[in-house]
Structures are given as structure tokens and as C-alpha cells.
């Protein structure tokens, strides 16, 4: 069986933006103009095709990244001439941050990304961290300034913005015809044309000239386009320069080359809602993003001798595939979504979990329309599809050919900062409650589930209060548990702020066979990792181990045992109770006794010591500290930056947008339960807030006071 589509003609991407800035709006019209749905679903109505769930049709908002499957043919080819048909497969992102996770693992499996701006308000805070995500995966960027019929719509504010607070590399293509209510269409500026789109839903697109009133503008604009694309060309500069006119498909050629290189992120504009300018947008997509053979091979590392390979995005390559969400499906099951690499995979086939270590059989495969599912046999390299009837896959694991075994980079999360205990109402619901929990931590890495020893109460942890709100109500609609919940509490952390040394020998002697572990540690702040970590290092995002022992005076065997010690003594904490990190543990001196020796002794043993030499560390307690950014009317910010002050915040600067001023702050995460009540009371309900994490930073000495006494 041959692949349906060539490589070069597959484009992967996601769209990605602010909560509200129009990107389901957007996606209903890829599906309705690709001709995959014929009823457009509005977000307002709670009709949409990618929010599917009862949650996001509800509050009108993206939860969850939802697998789109399309094929487009650009509206520069003739009618009826499929010969430049491309397969999209696209991931339509949440904005809002709880959910975050969902748009840094989708990035990490995608080409290209579609970046969605509100027009009125431009780059926003989810924006900037989206943007950033994309920066990290070297993402290539197309932008989409939407909204354009809202009043106070502004493209050049909003192409500012992007130029300021996102790249210098932003370029317009487009620029529009009218604004607000006005809104008629655009102009495209390399092929000098103006764009309306006619008939239902705007289906029709109907090329014509540019008014007279915005042809000087227009001309322009396409000669600073035309500056910026030569730049990136030594021969078309010099053809620039000497006042030669450059071919349409030429610049192009450079443009697309420059993009997927990320050095331009060319900008169109348009009103999604009204219908205008989203098929010029599928056009730059072909155009422009690449396809899976535009990007450079994927790199691993051998699992059986830690060397690192690469695969190229061939079918002929050995399968490898990079698993990037699960999501409990309520026809088939669990499904495992994945990224195909190299090679190709069929449906009933073996496959090897280089991650695990583990074998298992790949039952069917689908490829996902929204909620609805198409069954496929096999799969190709540069694919997106989900798995049926993995057991034991997980987020971030590595699925490969067991003779040819490969182990890609994990994706990374971000710890929880905020956690609530949870209880079930009855028996029955407790039975179900772990099994729930279960299948919810498995579908979203930064949703933790801790018991807690001494008061033997399950706490669930998250990104937000909205992450865990959502869970719970997930919990009672799917898996049909009833829990009571207690109130968002703030996940703090502890550290150490000094070095420290301690020594514990852990002796136990009884009838028979003693116990005896004896361990010497020097422990201090964790420091940023070296480019090669040494051989005697175990090294993790919060920890680092160093076994220094010389001699044999502890032999091998117990190593593991010590530093599992040293990590269940930094689960217990020390001024409060709460879990340690940021910490480098040195192992330098012990002994043993040849017949009493055992892990047990030497786990207890280093724990101890530990404990004890953190207590000399200047151990201090860490919180996590948010960015917030505060949109309010003028006559209210005296109000506002007043009330953030008395939270502890940072305010660092104060900006405009439109009519509102802009407020930046750091603020400590403790003081923001429940501050939107607050803020909107003060502003006569017009200011709104948004808030991601920042860091962790040491709470001053009055606080840390409340904290402990609050933990007793």
C-alpha cells in the first residue's frame, strides 16, 4: 500500500493564540472551506466542531487540542484541478493557560504553526508564551491578525505589537480594505491584488485591482516586503539594488526558504467570524510552512549504548514515533496520539516502546476529524494519527522498531503550582475515584495526583484553578464520580540557600541478622547543569546526585539505595513540610558491615543525614510567583495598581491599549485567589486579568511565619 499524498505535499501545524483571539472560530472555517463539515459551528452558539467536549461548549472556550484531518487545494489553482491538493493535519490549541500543556506538546510534534492575534488588542500575554513555546521547538510561524470587524479594530497597532513584543522578523503581506464595520477584504502585496470573498460564508474568492485610495499605501508596503525578502538572497539583492524587477515565484521561493529557516514570519489579516481572508491564509500555509521533508532529521539516542542517532523523515527509515497526548475516548477507549518520524507503521503490527522497554500490539489506527474517527491501515512518515489499544504508552514516550530502537526527547512540563484535596462522597465513589484520577493524569502531565501520608487525603495538583475545576467536573460527567472538593491551595516548594555536611550511621541489632548503613553527605544549591555531565553524576531537573565514594568503603550495590534515601528526605521537607528541590547531594564517606549491610539501612540511613544537614542548609520556603497582566480603563488604574501593591506585587510597567490602560506585575500566586471578584467590583466590572506562572522565589520571613503556622 502507497501512501495517498507525497510527503511534500502534507503540511503539520497548529494555531495557537490568546484565549479569545478567534482560533476555533478560525478552525470551523479551514473544516467548512476544505469542504470537511457544511454547517459552519459558532463558539457563541456552543456548536463548534473542535470543542467538542460538554466543558468547552459551555464556557465557549478550548480545553483540550483537538486533531483536525483536511486536504486543501489553493485557490490559485483552476477549479477542478486537484494535482496541488494538500493533507493538513492540523491541532487547533486552547489559549487559556491552565491548559498550556496542551499547546507546548502539540508544537513539539508539528512543522509549522498558524499564530492567531486579536486585532483590537494585538500580542497578548498567552501570545507571548505561545510564541515563546514555538521559538523553543524552532517553529515556523505564520501570523493572522483576525477581528478586523470589531470596533477599535487596528492592523498596524496590532503588526506593531507583534514587531515589539514578538520579532523584529514580522513582515505584512496583506494589509486590509476598511476596518470595523468597513471591513471589505485585503490586499495582498506581492501579487498587488485586492481580495473579496463572496457567496456563503465567503466561499467564493474573488481576485480584483486595488482601489485607487490604497494603491500609493499598497506600493509601499510592497517594496519594504520585497527589501526584506531580498535581504535573505545575495543574487536577488544585487538584482534589487540595480532596480530589476524580481519574478513573483522567485521571491517566494526565497520567502518560503526564509520561513522555514525562521527568519520572516510573514503577517495576513482578516475577520475569520466575517468569512475574510482564512483561504489566503490556507494558501501561505502551502506556500510557505513546511512540509515534513523540509524539516531536518530527528535526533535520539540509542537505548543499548546511549549513543546519539538520527532518523530522516523517509519511509524507508526505521519506524520511530514520538507519543504526544492520550485522551479517553468514550467509543473506543483510550487513544494515543503520535507522530510518525521515520518509516511507516501498520495497524495490527508490534511495535517497541523503547521508553518502557516494553512490546505490544498496535490494535487499529484512526486519524481524527474533531470527536469523529476514520480507521486507516498503515501510516507514513511526517503523519499525525492515534493509536488503539496501547496499554502501557504514555506522553512523551518513544514507540520504534524493537531491532532498530531509538529514544526521542521527552517533552518537558512545567511543575503544578496550585492544589486542592479531594475526597469521594461515598464508598462506591471512592473505588471509582482512583481509577479516574488515574486515566486524567495519564491524558494531562501537569495534573498530579498526591496522597498525603500523615493525613491520608488524596490532593490533586494543577496549572490553575480552572485546570482543577474542570477535572473534577470531568470526573463526575465521565467517569461518574462524586467528590468534595476543599480550597485552591498554593503548591509551595522549599530549598536550601547554604551548603551543609552530616553524617549518620543507621545501627539496629535483634536476635539475628542486624541492620547497618552508614553514610557522610555535603549537600548544597543546585547549580546550572555543565555541557557534559560527569560519569559519577545523576543529574535531574531538581536534583543532582554526586557519588564521590573512593575505595569501595560502600560497596556499588547500595548506591541506588542511598541516593533513594536522599530523595525521600527531600519529600518530607524541613521548615514546612513541603518537598525540597533546587538541591546537589555529594556522597563522600561511609562504611559497611560485611553480614548487617542492607538498602534499607543505607536508604534510612541517608535520609537521616540529609535531614540533618538540610536543617543547617538556610533552608527557606519557595512561592510561586505570576506574571499578571491587568487590563483597565484609565480612571480605574490608581485603583488597581493600589490594591496590587497591598498584594506584594511588582509592578513593572504600565502600558496603553486602545482605550485601557495596560498593567504588568509579578505577583505572589497566594494573593490572587478570588481576585477577580475584587477587581471587577473596584471597576465597575470593566478590567479583566490574565496570569501565568513565572517562578519560584523565597517568601519573606513574615509569610513563611503564617505558612508554617497554618501547616501545624
Not at 511507516?344 to 481524527?368: D, P, Q
Request: with cysteine.
Amino acid at each position: 500500500m502507497n501512501r495517498d499524498y507525497p510527503l511534500d505535499k502534507v503540511r503539520n501545524f497548529g494555531i495557537i493564540a490568546h484565549i479569545d483571539a478567534g482560533k476555533t472560530t478560525t478552525s470551523e472555517r479551514i473544516l467548512f472551506y476544505t469542504g470537511m463539515i457544511h454547517k459552519i459551528g459558532e463558539v457563541h452558539e456552543g456548536e463548534t466542531t473542535t470543542d467538542w467536549m460538554e466543558q468547552e461548549r459551555e464556557r465557549g472556550i478550548t480545553i483540550t487540542a483537538a486533531a483536525i484531518t483536511c486536504f486543501w487545494n489553493p485557490t490559485y489553482m483552476p477549479k477542478g484541478d486537484n494535482s496541488f491538493k494538500h493533507r493538513f493535519n492540523i491541532i487547533d490549541t486552547p489559549g487559556h493557560i491552565d491548559f498550556t500543556v496542551e499547546v507546548k506538546r502539540s508544537l513539539r510534534v508539528l512543522d509549522g504553526a498558524v499564530v492567531v492575534f486579536d486585532g483590537v488588542a494585538g500580542v497578548e500575554p498567552q501570545s507571548e508564551t505561545n510564541w515563546r513555546y514555538a521559538e523553543e521547538g524552532k517553529v515556523p510561524r505564520i501570523c493572522f491578525i483576525n477581528k478586523l470587524d470589531r470596533m477599535g479594530a487596528s492592523f498596524e497597532f496590532s503588526y506593531k505589537s507583534i514587531l515589539e513584543r514578538l520579532s523584529k522578523n514580522a513582515v505584512r503581506m496583506q494589509i486590509p480594505i476598511g476596518l470595523e464595520e468597513h471591513h471589505e477584504g485585503v490586499i495582498d502585496l506581492l501579487k498587488m491584488k485586492a481580495y473579496h470573498f463572496d457567496g456563503e460564508k465567503g466561499i467564493n474568492v474573488i481576485e480584483g485591482e486595488i482601489p485607487a485610495d490604497y494603491l500609493e499605501e499598497a506600493k509601499k508596503y510592497r517594496a519594504e516586503l520585497v527589501e526584506r525578502i531580498v535581504e535573505h538572497e545575495d543574487s536577488l539583492m544585487t538584482q534589487y539594488l540595480e532596480g530589476k524587477e524580481i519574478a513573483i515565484d522567485v521571491l517566494k521561493g526565497t520567502l518560503r526558504k526564509a520561513v522555514i529557516d525562521n527568519k520572516i514570519f510573514p503577517v495576513f489579516t482578516g475577520s475569520a467570524l466575517k468569512n475574510k481572508g482564512v483561504q489566503l491564509v490556507l494558501d501561505a500555509v502551502v506556500e510557505y510552512l513546511p512540509s515534513p521533508s523540509d524539516i531536518v532529521a530527528v535526533k535520539g539516542v540509542n537505548p543499548n549504548n546511549n549513543e546519539v542517532i538520527e532518523r530522516k523523515p523517509l519511509d524507508s527509515e526505521p519506524f520511530s514515533a514520538l507519543v504526544f497526548k492520550l485522551q479517553a475516548d468514550p467509543f473506543v477507549g483510550q487513544l494515543n496520539f503520535f507522530r510518525v518520524y521515520s518509516g511507516t507503521v501498520e495497524s495490527g503490527s508490534y511495535i517497541y516502546n523503547s521508553t518502557t522497554g516494553k512490546k505490544e500490539r498496535l490494535g487499529r489506527i484512526v486519524r481524527l476529524q474533531a470527536n469523529e474517527r476514520e480507521e486507516v491501515k498503515k501510516v507514513y512518515a511526517g503523519e499525525i494519527a492515534a493509536a488503539v489499544g496501547l496499554k502501557d504508552a504514555r506522553t512523551s514516550h518513544t514507540l520504534c522498531d524493537e531491532d532498530k530502537p531509538i529514544v526521542l526527547d521527552p517533552i518537558k512540563f512545567a511543575e503544578p503550582v496550585i492544589s486542592m484535596r479531594i475526597e469521594p462522597k461515598t464508598k462506591a465513589d471512592q473505588e471509582k475515584m482512583g481509577f479516574a484520577l488515574k486515566r486524567l493524569t495519564d491524558e494531562d502531565p501537569t495534573f498530579k495526583v498526591w496522597s498525603d501520608a500523615e493525613t491520608n487525603e488524596t490532593v490533586i495538583k494543577g496549572m490553575g484553578e480552572l485546570q482543577l475545576e474542570i477535572m473534577v467536573d470531568r470526573m463526575k460527567r465521565e467517569f461518574s464520580v462524586e467528590a468534595n472538593v476543599g480550597k485552591p491551595q498554593v503548591a509551595y516548594k522549599e530549598t536550601i540557600q547554604g551548603a551543609a555536611e552530616a553524617e549518620h550511621k543507621y545501627i539496629k541489632q535483634s536476635g539475628g541478622k542486624g541492620q547497618y548503613g552508614h553514610v557522610k553527605l555535603n549537600i548544597k544549591p543546585l547549580e546550572p547543569a555543565p555541557e557534559k555531565i560527569p560519569k559519577n553524576v545523576s543529574r535531574y531537573d531538581d536534583f543532582e546526585f554526586v557519588n564521590s565514594i573512593k575505595g569501595g568503603v560502600i560497596p556499588n550495590e547500595f548506591i541506588p539505595a542511598v541516593e533513594k534515601g536522599v530523595r525521600e528526605g527531600m519529600e518530607r521537607g524541613i521548615v514546612a513540610g513541603y518537598k525540597l528541590t533546587n538541591i546537589s547531594c555529594e556522597l563522600t564517606y561511609g562504611s559497611y558491615h560485611d553480614v548487617d549491610s542492607s538498602e534499607i539501612a543505607y536508604k534510612i540511613a541517608a535520609s537521616q543525614a540529609f535531614q540533618d544537614a538540610a536543617k543547617r542548609a538556610r533552608p527557606v520556603i519557595l512561592e510561586p510567583i505570576m506574571k499578571v497582566e491587568v487590563v483597565t480603563p484609565e480612571k480605574f488604574m490608581g485603583d488597581v495598581t493600589g490594591h496590587l501593591s497591598s498584594k506584594r506585587a511588582a509592578i513593572e510597567d504600565v502600558g496603553e491599549r486602545g482605550m485601557n490602560k495596560v498593567i504588568n506585575a509579578k505577583v505572589p500566586l497566594a494573593e490572587m485567589f478570588g481576585y477577580i471578584t475584587t477587581l471587577r467590583s473596584m471597576t465597575e466590572g470593566r478590567a479583566g486579568y490574565t496570569m501565568e506562572f513565572d517562578h519560584y522565589e523565597a517568601v519573606p520571613a513574615n509569610v513563611a511565619q503564617t505558612i508554617i503556622e497554618a501547616r501545624k
